[in-house]
């Protein structure tokens, strides 16, 4: 079993989400996600979630912009067979400047219809349309 986070970074001027673009690896081509990333041991679950979202994004969040929209999902990830434990968030920002990380090919900012056929994997699809409740 894994924990980790997983964040939708939202933009309310412009109405869009934003996506990272993951590289290919051996089992799959590139996709997009959310930002996502693992938490350190006895790490609290929404500093986990800051940390990652600067790490991933270069965006410093307060932690009032953001809000806990699914407090632990959990799912399976078949090639691997890892059990993976998060909680999902969704931050709500003002700026649209990304500066990504190396682990990342591309960042892009979608409307609530462009995201879901962009997403690699049905987990998020699944997430998604929480946050994308959320919002409204």
Not at 7 to 16: A, K, L, N, T
Not at 96 to 112: K, P, R, Y
């Amino acid at each position: 079993m894994k924990y980790s986070v997983e964040c939708w970074v939202y933009h309310p001027r412009s109405g869009r989400f934003l996506l990272l673009q993951c590289p290919p690896t051996a089992l799959h081509g590139p996709y997009w996600q959310p930002v996502t990333g693992g938490r350190l041991p006895q790490e609290e679950p929404l500093v986990a979630c800051l940390r990652e979202v600067e790490e991933e994004t270069g965006i410093v969040l307060h932690p009032n912009q953001v809000r806990l929209v699914i407090p632990e999902f959990t799912f399976c990830i078949p090639e691997t067979r890892v059990e993976l434990r998060k909680p999902v968030y969704l931050a709500f920002v003002e700026d649209t400047v990304v500066h990504i990380s190396a682990e990342h090919l591309d960042a892009a900012w979608w409307t609530e219809e462009e995201v879901p056929p962009r997403l690699g994997w049905d987990s998020y699809r699944q997430t998604f349309l929480a946050v994308a409740a959320a919002i409204r």
